[in-house]
């Protein structure tokens, strides 16, 4: 059972950045296709970024050119760097496997306000 841990959250003003870590449990990492989900309205989550095992890239339209998802398979670790911060990026950010999400970790908060 994989399980996953996210930090890297906080309190930001608008048009600032954040960069999320998230660690892996596991010997497979390399292997693993992962994504950033963060709640969305009428779902219970929705793919801001994914980042497949052979470096393929996705990003939800609100994140393309703000959002950059990389990984370091030597960590077991996937990040999301966040520039260009706005009000509706507030959100608990959470990763998971990319497209089929299994056992959820706590999450960190993003919370951007002035």
């Known amino acids: 059972q994989v399980q996953f ?15 999320l870590s998230c660690t892996a449990s596991g010997s497979a990492f390399s292997s693993y296709d992962m994504a950033w989900y963060r709640p969305a309205a009428g779902k219970q989550r929705e793919i801001v970024a994914g980042l497949t095992s052979n470096g393929g890239t996705y990003y939800t339209g609100s994140a393309k050119g703000r959002f950059t ?7 077991n670790a996937v990040f ?7 009000f509706e990026d507030t959100a608990v950010y959470y990763c998971n496997f990319f497209d089929r ?6 999450g960190t908060q993003v919370t951007v306000s002035s």
């Open 80 to 86: 999301l760097q966040m520039d260009r911060l706005k």
């Open 101 to 106: 999400p299994t056992d959820w970790g706590q």
């Open 5 to 19: 841990v996210e930090s890297g959250g906080g309190l930001v003003q608008p048009g600032g950045s954040l960069r």
């Open 69 to 75: 998802i990389s990984r370091d398979n030597a960590k």
